[in-house]
């Protein structure tokens, strides 16, 4: 099944519709993509299902390769090992990506400032922190070694800050130890550079990084939203001078394929009930 132009209309889809699809759009075919639990692990599929058939899909809990006929609750899922080329564990995994195999992986955050550095750590002083998060898991090594990195997040004031409390992984730029001088992620990584975040889809929007600065821009509202209430949710001067539009709805077929296809029994990515239910 292909894209089509057959949009669905507000009252058909939810956010968490929309976000899968413009997850889904950021695949591009014969990719080897690394993939966590949640939604991004629908898009994935989604993505297999539609344009991009020939994706090579990794898991991170070990499989490689796989084509599991409805959604895993977990990377760790027998699901995952459906139709695969190998199913090992941890080690292969990584392995494959350390290796620059990895042309794309999804990643969540809780923090991300205007350089892509994002934090999954803690909240305040790491020593003292006012809140502990879940820690980094495979964050910054998805992140380090994939080619393009896309980063899936809820949009809140809070959350899009000018300096994160704790880079788990690395964005466009970032302190040099010990000097504290800020340089670009090329001249950090050095020969181990392989790329960096392409994109951040939040519950507001698609932004992307500029590619001689590394600053987020502004790529597209999601139907619904402005680039003003977007610009008051970021405590950074986000960069608004590049948007090309809105975010694209779902079309009827992805929809079909997300809810009666891969997640049937609403796991991750819940049915509109009604036109009032956006969640």
């Known amino acids: 099944m292909s894209l089509n132009s057959d949009y669905a209309t507000p009252e058909e889809y939810g956010l968490a519709d929309l976000l899968c699809c413009a997850a889904a759009r950021e695949v591009q075919d014969n990719e080897v993509v690394f993939a966590g639990t949640g939604l991004p ?3 994935i599929l989604l993505a297999q299902r539609t344009h991009a058939p020939n994706l090579k899909l990794i898991f991170e ?3 490689l390769d796989g084509r599991p006929p409805e ?4 990377v760790g899922d027998a699901r995952c090992e459906v139709g695969s080329s190998l199913a090992s564990g941890l080690y292969d995994a990584f392995s494959v990506a350390q290796r620059g195999y990895v042309d794309l992986g999804y990643l969540g955050g809780a923090e991300v ?3 892509g550095n994002v934090n999954t750590t803690c909240i305040g002083d790491y020593l003292n922190p006012e809140l502990r998060l879940t820690g980094s898991g495979g964050n910054p090594d998805i992140n380090s070694f994939a080619k393009r990195t896309v980063f ?4 809140e004031k809070r959350r899009f800050v ?4 704790y880079i788990t992984s690395p964005g466009w730029r970032l302190k040099n130890w010990p000097t504290g001088e800020w340089v670009h992620r090329r001249e950090m990584y050095g020969a181990a550079f392989c790329g960096g975040p392409s994109a951040v889809i939040s519950t507001l929007g698609v932004f992307r990084f500029a590619e001689d600065t590394g600053r987020m821009y502004l790529d597209t ?3 619904g939203t402005t680039v003003e209430q977007i610009r008051e949710q970021c405590q950074f001067d986000l960069d608004v001078t ?4 809105e975010t694209a709805p779902p079309t009827r077929g992805e929809l079909h394929l997300i809810h009666n296809v891969l997640d049937p029994e609403e796991i991750f990515i819940p049915k509109v009930k009604n036109g009032n239910d956006r969640g």
């Open 152 to 155: 899936i997040m809820l949009h």
């Open 221 to 223: 509202c999601h139907p």
């Open 113 to 115: 400032d205007e350089y």
């Open 242 to 245: 590049r948007v090309s539009g």
């Open 71 to 74: 959604i895993p609750t977990s």
């Open 162 to 165: 000018g300096n994160v409390s």
């Open 61 to 63: 809990a070990g499989t």
């Open 41 to 43: 692990m629908v898009a």
